[in-house]
């Protein structure tokens, strides 16, 4: 049957198929496409018609992220059923990598946006209405600590539990001090919660739901060792205005060291809840 059919030689199916003449020369070397005859004299290679289809789906199964053994073993065995397993199994990580890479996309995006924040600088003082939302934290007390250092290993801490756990963060890091105001800045003791906000992840064992709660808002520029003055304008605001503290205060670390080293960058969001 092979004499009745049109041959071509290698240099022909490299150019109809787009495959390189040294992977076509390796597919024969490992068994994966083999040309349907060999000159014994001259060992030249011909392909019939019918084996470009055989390339075209190793090259498809090849961009499905199938290894040269998967696909082999696949066009070998020709399996329906094998392959739609193997195709399923293919399907689910193909949907992680986007979920992944769907993550990184959005990191990348809310880290854009934080730096904006740099160049919009915002010196008002808003009253806002911090819907109700999930939380993964710690909470121990500290002792020696100074409130112009960022506790970077209890962060790592709540960097970890995402990473193991697979959580999404929907925010930055916070810190929030479960004490008097602006007791941290008076005494080397502090009762601080390290958070951030996730998706939900309710049996989670270091997660919790903060209820929604109306809070006094305001952005500091630079350095964590002047941040006490953006704190007492904001309280003096506050109590111009006629509003009681209802809650510990937190500081939420927008733009801080772990995206750049120059403090005179940082932005830092002071949320205090008020009734």
């Excluded at 906000?197 to 060792?225: E, Q």
Aim: with cysteine; charged share 25%; net charge neutral.
């Amino acid at each position: 049957m092979t004499q009745n059919k049109k041959l071509y030689t290698i240099g022909d199916i490299s150019n109809i198929c787009g495959v390189p003449v040294k992977t076509l020369r390796y597919y024969d070397e490992i068994s994966l496409f083999v040309p349907q005859k060999r000159d014994s004299e001259t060992n030249y290679r011909y392909y019939t018609e019918e084996q470009m289809l055989t390339l075209y789906n190793i090259r498809k199964l090849k961009n499905y992220g199938f290894s040269l053994d998967e696909i082999h073993s696949l066009i070998t065995e020709n399996d329906i059923k094998k392959l739609k397993e193997s195709l399923n199994s293919k399907l689910s990580d193909v949907h992680e990598k986007i979920a992944a890479l769907e993550y990184i996309y959005n990191d990348i995006k809310n880290s854009i946006e934080k730096l904006e924040l740099k160049s919009e600088r915002n010196d008002s003082i808003l009253i806002e209405q911090i819907p109700e939302h999930g939380v993964i934290y710690t909470k121990r007390n500290e002792k020696n600590f100074k409130n112009d250092v960022i506790p970077v290993y209890r962060w790592f801490e709540i960097f970890e539990l995402l990473r193991k756990n697979k959580l999404k963060a929907q925010s930055s890091i916070k810190a929030t001090y479960h004490n008097p105001p602006l007791e941290q800045f008076l005494k080397t003791y502090c009762s601080l919660e390290i958070s951030i906000d996730v998706n939900d992840c309710a049996n989670f064992p270091f997660y919790k739901k903060i209820p929604s709660f109306k809070a006094i808002t305001s952005l500091h520029y630079g350095s964590l060792s002047t941040i006490i003055n953006t704190y007492v304008k904001t309280i003096k605001w506050l109590n111009t205005n006629h509003f009681e503290i209802n809650g510990p205060i937190s500081e939420e670390f927008i733009v801080s060291q772990a995206d750049i080293k120059s403090e005179n960058d940082y932005v830092t969001k002071l949320i205090i809840p008020v009734k």
